[in-house]
Nanobody
Framework: QVQLVESGGGLVQAGDSLRLSCAVSGRTFSRCAMGWFRQAPGKEREIVAAISGSGSRTYYVEAVKGRFTISRDNAKNTVYLQMNSLNPEDTAIYYC????????????????????WGPGTQVTVSS
């Protein structure tokens, strides 16, 4: 059974940093492309960043480029999201997710290919 558990969320002030972690079990982690998503109140869930199984390819939504960094430690079965220069627009529940089917070590899934999700962690940025 695939399980994902996020941690590291919290309440911070604008300009602060947070690092989210997502621990994965039940799969060979190096074969998992990983994504971080977020959902703000009243808005649809959106992808924030993604990383391939090997870590060689990454993707960022425009709004977080230069501020957020996705990384992974395959020895620890964990993916991270380092978030710097946070602003109130980053307030949301953050979810990590992975795909069901291994394609290649450099593959980045489409939105609909993310099948397994964590319960989410709240990030609140005050102004």
């Amino acid at each position: 059974q695939v399980q994902l558990v996020e941690s590291g969320g919290g309440l911070v002030q604008a300009g602060d940093s947070l690092r989210l972690s997502c621990a994965v079990s039940g799969r060979t982690f190096s074969r998992c492309a990983m994504g971080w998503f977020r959902q703000a109140p009243g808005k649809e869930r959106e992808i924030v960043a993604a990383i391939s199984g090997s870590g060689s390819r990454t993707y960022y939504v425009e709004a977080v480029k230069g501020r957020f960094t996705i990384s992974r430690d395959n020895a620890k079965n964990t993916v991270y999201l380092q978030m710097n220069s946070l602003n109130p627009e980053d307030t949301a529940i953050y979810y990590c997710a992975t795909d069901r089917t291994y394609v290649s070590s450099t593959y980045l899934p489409t939105r609909k290919e993310y099948d397994y999700w964590g319960p989410g962690t709240q990030v609140t940025v005050s102004s």
